[in-house]
């Protein structure tokens, strides 16, 4: 249901897009949002954007990540600014359904970013 790309190696400062592809009948009502999981700790919330494209981001990332919509290719993508070490993990797409999102709910396989000099 939901495919990531973008993924990869990049220096600390560096920018780098990630993009999740959904199919229309998610892309169009559902809550998208990226999680990111570090090695040895949980997975965090990263950013969402609700259907009505309301946004909310984790505080490590205010101001450098930022996540949208492309309603014609019912793309998320996440951009991805002055990166650090910190931010390195393996990303999540995801989806949830905006009534019952602990019952429907979709993830991503995943996308390495390794932000490495």
């Known amino acids: 249901q939901l495919v990531e790309s973008g993924g990869g190696l990049v220096q600390p400062g560096e920018s780098l897009t990630l993009s999740c592809r959904a199919t229309?009948?998610?892309?169009?009502?559902?809550?998208m949002a990226w999680y990111r999981q570090a090695p040895g700790r949980q997975r965090e919330l990263v950013a969402r954007i609700e259907a009505s494209g309301t946004t909310d981001y984790a505080d490590p990332v205010k101001g450098r990540f930022t996540i949208s919509r492309d309603n014609a290719k019912y793309m998320v993508p996440l951009q991805m600014n002055n990166l650090n070490s910190e931010d390195t993990a393996v990303y999540y797409c995801?989806?949830?359904?905006?009534?019952?999102?602990?019952?429907?709910?979709?993830w991503g396989q995943g996308t390495q970013v390794t932000v490495s000099s």
């Open positions: 229309a009948s998610i892309f169009n009502t559902y809550t």
């Open positions: 995801y989806a949830e359904h905006p009534v019952i999102p602990t019952v429907i709910n979709y």
